[in-house]
């Protein structure tokens, strides 16, 4: 069965840090891309960030360039994302999938993110 399993959210002041995880079962880790979205309330969901199935290649939504680092360990089928100088804007579920994933029902509860004084 496919599933991924965020973690890693909370609340955090503005200029703070956290680090998301997800964990993803149920198929091959390593041949796919992975994405991070987040979808903040009364809002689309958008694209985070993207890495390719080897880590080689990254892109970022211009939102969160230079502050986001998107990293993957295949060994532990965990795919990471690193949030540094947050901002209230940056408040929103996060969710990871596997790119062969984006139109299917296995999108995860996500975990929340508040950026908040």
């Known amino acids: 069965q496919v599933q991924f399993v965020e973690s890693g959210g909370g609340m955090v002041q503005p200029g703070g840090s956290l680090r998301l995880s997800c964990a993803a079962s149920?198929?091959?880790?390593?041949?796919?891309?992975m994405y991070w979205y987040r979808q903040a309330p009364g809002k689309e969901r958008e694209l985070v960030a993207s890495?390719?199935?080897?880590?080689?290649?990254?892109n970022y939504a211009d939102s969160v360039k230079g502050r986001f680092t998107i990293s993957r360990d295949n060994a532990k089928n965990t795919v990471y994302l690193q949030m540094n100088s947050l901002k209230p804007e940056d408040t929103a579920v996060y969710y990871c999938?596997?790119?062969?994933?984006?139109?299917?029902?296995?999108w995860g509860q996500g975990t929340q993110v508040t950026v908040s004084s």
């Open positions: 999938i596997a790119a062969t994933f984006l139109a299917s029902d296995y």
């Open positions: 149920g198929f091959t880790f390593s041949r796919y891309a």
């Open positions: 890495i390719r199935s080897y880590g080689a290649y990254t």
